[in-house]
């Protein structure tokens, strides 16, 4: 079998409806499992997932409302710096610029000063969301409704440049700035979803390298996102990116700096059973050619998990003694679902079939969950 991040890149994303192999609206589905918008306000529990290719509409129509819930109580405002000159002083003089242009002689003051205002970098990036989901959605009303109020946004003086995904991670949202995160949760993942569908036509994704990295963020952050919301139901504690300690018991001057950290994709927790399972996602094949063999394991994912599930044992922790574990890979067409118990814990190893129905793929995450729950115990 060969390797997905291979597979992404072996047909052209111009290919209506796909991305390589993998269907668009699929790549929307992990897209909805991975965004803050799944986790809000129980927007996971009301089965946006159920037909994929409506989603884009759906988020849409979300988004508009958070929107005009916001407009019909003002957007939000905010502080930005302006540099005028101007008849009176405001804010600080900029002596410098006042002396060298002889402003004073015409009555006038460089001034450096903040100014309350509605065009704030978050409520740009909405509207640029609203632009952009627009050009995606498949129904005319919700199209129009979201230009309507993109053109209402501008006219409310929201009209400069859109930041950018890593200038809106920088920023924060107060204890009054609820209604605020949800709009803006909405955005991102409208953002998203136009990605995909952009492709064909604007290359955004056209190189074969930046897809895999893309594709396999993405899987990694679904997962995740996925098993939060939907476990969490359950009694699960689910923690996302964290990081386990080496037991080390002597150590050299420098080593700190070159010993590896172990990241975990996702840990599992379920205190009342005493269960722990520790989730490892990978985007390439969970098999390889071996030396006497045509199929093998790739032995370096079964040394990382088999080092997460030991380096943890014996240390006071009762979940970590008896840790399963949990290694996903994603696949396109074939399934792989095998298991083996080593030292006392339970390893299972697992493809996701990214071509299948949104309700197939639901249902693989919730049978390996069930699987590794049921077969460790």
Not at 330 to 344: F, K, L, N, R, Y
Request: aromatic residues 8%; charged residues 25%; contains cysteine.
């Amino acid at each position: 079998m060969s390797a997905v991040a291979v597979q992404v890149g072996t047909e052209s994303p111009s290919t209506e409806g796909f991305i390589g192999r993998i269907p668009v609206r699929n790549l929307w589905l992990l897209m909805l499992y991975a965004s803050d918008l799944f986790r809000t306000r129980g927007i996971g529990n009301v089965g946006l997932e159920d037909n994929p290719d409506d989603l884009p509409d759906l988020v849409a129509e979300i988004l508009a409302r958070a929107v005009e819930v916001r407009q019909r109580r003002r957007l939000s405002l905010g502080y930005q710096s302006r540099d005028q000159v101007i008849n009176r002083v405001r804010g600080r003089i900029d002596v410098l610029t006042t002396e060298r242009h002889q402003l004073l002689d015409r009555g006038l003051v460089a001034c450096r000063f903040e100014e309350f205002t509605t065009d704030t970098p978050r409520n740009r990036f909405v509207r640029a969301a609203l632009e952009s989901v627009s050009r995606v959605v498949r129904r005319k009303d919700i199209a129009h409704r979201c230009r309507a109020l993109a053109s209402g946004m501008k006219a409310m003086g929201v009209s400069g440049e859109a930041p950018t995904r890593a200038q809106m991670s920088t920023d924060r949202f107060g204890r009054n700035d609820s209604d605020d995160r949800f709009m803006v949760a909405a955005a991102k993942l409208a953002f998203d979803l136009a990605l995909p569908t952009e492709a064909s036509g604007a290359n955004v994704l056209s190189l074969p390298d930046r897809e895999a990295t893309w594709v396999r963020r993405l899987f990694e952050r679904a997962v995740g996102g996925f098993y939060d919301v939907v476990l969490s139901l359950q009694g699960w504690r689910v923690l996302c990116g964290g990081t386990m300690s080496w037991q080390i018991e002597q150590k050299s001057t420098g080593i700190e700096k070159i010993l590896p950290t172990m990241r975990t994709d996702v840990v599992l927790d379920h205190l009342s059973t005493g269960r722990r399972i520790v989730i490892d996602t990978k985007f390439t094949s969970i098999l390889t050619s071996g030396w006497y063999r045509e199929e093998t394991l790739r032995s370096g994912y079964l040394y990382q998990i088999y080092a997460y599930l030991r380096s943890q044992v014996g240390r006071g922790d009762a979940l970590a003694d008896c840790a399963s574990g949990l290694l996903l890979h994603p696949a396109i067409g074939e399934t792989v679902d095998e298991s083996v118990i080593i030292q006392g814990h339970h390893i299972r190893f697992a493809t996701v079939d990214l071509t299948g129905t949104s309700a197939d793929i639901r249902s693989q995450l919730l049978r390996f969950f069930d699987l590794t729950h049921h077969s460790g115990s």
